[in-house]
């Protein structure tokens, strides 16, 4: 069964901790994603993993950092949140063209 | 560059009725064209793709598409509407010398009983 799972799927935060959220996938995929999505923004890409220690900066990193240590997991840091971090984040995995997402991480920093 | 439009931001269609759902795409090569769902506290599933060949694809749950160069579209379709397909419908595109997929910024789809 092809799976992106995301944990955790909902989380509060006050300002200025940090957080840590945890994408998984089961398929191999060399290449991953983190995406935020805002309303009438459609998705914008934070990050992207090519494998394992080879990320890249998207589009609006600023604010987060990622990790890649297994090909199976890619984690997405925010150190010290803020308020505009408020959002619903998803992370998906690739095999060429073809995404696959995670049901997403509703954060909400306070 | 290349770059997707989706003008629409919501679109009313009643139980039944046909729907078309408008994508634009902007690239200096033939690109591949996506479409996907979004229904509500999900991810996005990928409904339907497009390399090559007829310009018309078939996805699942009754959705097709039709590619067109010369007007650079790619317009989602459904002959007959059903109150279970209100979600958020992403186009995106990408080429074959750089997969990394480009998003349009959705159209949510609202069915009227």
């Not at chain 1, 991953?32 to 309303?39: E, I, K, L, T």
């Not at chain 2, 009643?14 to 729907?19: N, V």
């Not at chain 2, 007959?80 to 159209?107: E, K, M, P």
Request: glycine share 6%; charged share 20%.
């Amino acid at each position: 069964d092809m799976k992106v799972t995301q944990m955790p799927r909902y989380l509060i935060k006050r300002m200025g901790e940090n957080v840590l959220l945890e994408c998984g996938q089961d398929m191999s995929h060399e290449t991953m994603y983190w995406y935020r999505q805002d309303p009438g923004l459609g998705l914008q890409l934070i990050y992207i993993s090519y494998d394992v220690d080879s990320n890249s900066e998207g589009d609006i990193p600023k604010g987060y950092r990622v990790s890649r240590k297994k090909r199976e997991h890619f984690s997405l840091i925010l150190d010290s949140a803020k308020t505009n971090q408020t959002s619903v984040y998803f992370c998906a995995s690739s095999l060429v063209t073809e995404v696959f997402f995670g049901k997403g991480t509703r954060l909400t920093v306070v | 560059a290349q770059s997707v439009t989706q003008p629409d931001a919501r679109v009313t269609v009643s139980e039944g009725a046909s729907l078309q759902l408008r994508c634009k795409y902007s690239s200096s090569v033939t690109p591949y064209l996506f479409w996907y769902v979004q229904y509500p506290r999900q991810g996005l599933q990928l409904l339907l793709k497009y390399y090559s060949g007829d310009p018309v694809v078939q996805g699942v749950n009754g959705f097709e598409a039709e590619f067109s160069k010369s007007n650079s579209s790619f317009h989602l379709r459904k002959a007959s509407v059903h109150w279970s397909d209100s979600a958020v419908y992403f186009c995106a595109v990408s080429t074959h010398s750089n997969y990394q997929l480009i998003w349009g910024s959705g159209t949510k789809l609202i069915i009227k009983p």
